[in-house]
């Protein structure tokens, strides 16, 4: 059985870049073009080997992208200086610290800010946004599953699934999306008594059969790009029946699961409109105040024009994306041309 195959790249051990070569690449910068893009960067050690790939740091220098290791350990304000701030750390310390230099520095452009990251790193406030959306045009229609959120005492869950009225198969998920392991883990829950053997918090959501393939919609400001990737397989009601308990599935490279070579019915790899998705995004950037995200989308089953969005991540694995190496990188240019007409 093959899984939704992303591996968000979290990792809680922080990396310490030393000062010697921070002063390195300072000092190539002053001696370098004035065309120059400076990003300081700010990536766990799993998330700098995935994003920071020899190809993606080769066409960025010869865009005159330079990238800046940030030292955790020394004021912002004595760093760079920096036209980007990319980063992916969650402690409440950085984020605070952050935004404080956000604040400070608005010629800095800091992807993302501090406080519109925190509405993706809720299950619930994530997908918020969608359902209010109401998206619904002559491609398709766009909704989330029917949900519910248990904060506390799992001997109740069962009721409160009896009273929200939510069929079952249902997926649990972690609420809170803390960069942990665990705040990954995907259970698939059969019948009622069992959900008492979740741990809260957590999000159920209604499965929802979309003949095993997810559509990951990558976002870097203005451009999109969707792959196809497996996920969980169709649950038929002989299955339902049949099985019992709570499951959980194992996470898989992102690569592994890709199935845009695969075999698969017209109905099932077709991708989403593009008009639809370009609006969705369009509305989802405009109300998050986000540049670097990913939507996992599914169509359900049997149902060409129905999409369900089951998650949105932050600054997700481009480095499995295909062709990410110059889209990222006109991104950045992009965003410091901006930044130089308006000064001038």
């Not at 008492?196 to 919609?217: A, D, R, T, Y």
Request: aromatic letters at 10%; hydrophobic letters at 40%; a negative charge.
């Amino acid at each position: 059985m093959r899984l939704d195959g992303e591996i968000k790249e979290f990792e809680y051990e922080e990396e310490r870049e030393s000062v010697e070569e921070m002063n390195s690449v300072s000092n190539s910068i002053n001696l370098g073009f004035s065309q120059q893009v400076v990003v300081g960067y700010a990536l766990t050690t799993k998330k700098k080997q995935s994003f920071l790939q020899p190809k993606f740091e080769l066409i960025a220098r010869d865009k005159g992208i330079i990238f800046v290791p940030i030292d955790q350990h020394r004021p912002l304000a004595e760093q760079g200086p920096f036209d980007i701030v990319l980063h992916k750390l969650l402690s409440n310390e950085w984020s605070q610290l952050l935004e404080d230099y956000r604040l400070k520095h608005p010629d800095v452009m800091v992807l993302d800010p501090p406080y519109a990251i925190q509405c993706v790193r809720n299950r619930q406030s994530m997908l918020e946004d969608v359902a209010a959306l109401g998206l619904t045009d002559s491609y398709g229609r766009v909704c989330v599953p029917k949900q519910l959120v248990i904060e506390k005492d799992p001997t109740l869950i069962p009721a409160e699934v009896a009273k929200a009225g939510l069929k079952l198969p249902l997926v649990s998920k972690p609420l809170f999306v803390d960069g942990s392991a665990k705040s990954h883990e995907l259970f698939l829950a059969y019948d009622n008594v069992s959900l008492s053997n979740l741990e809260p918090p957590l999000i159920l959501q209604e499965f929802v059969n979309h003949g095993g393939v997810m559509f990951k919609v990558y976002v870097i400001g203005n451009a999109i790009k969707v792959v196809r990737r497996f996920s969980l397989p169709d649950v038929c009601k002989r299955e339902l029946s049949k099985y019992a308990g709570v499951f959980q599935f194992p996470r898989v490279s992102c690569a592994a699961a890709s199935a845009d070579e695969a075999d698969l019915e017209p109905g099932i790899a077709e991708l989403p409109p593009r008009p639809m998705l370009e609006r969705l995004v369009g509305e989802l950037r405009r109300r998050m105040g986000l540049q670097l995200f990913n939507i996992d989308i599914i169509r359900e089953h049997g149902k060409r024009d129905l999409f369900y969005v089951i998650d949105i991540n932050y600054f997700p694995g481009y480095g499995k994306m295909p062709g990410y190496e110059h889209i990222f990188t006109d991104f950045l240019v992009g965003l410091a041309d901006s930044k130089n007409q308006k000064q001038l």
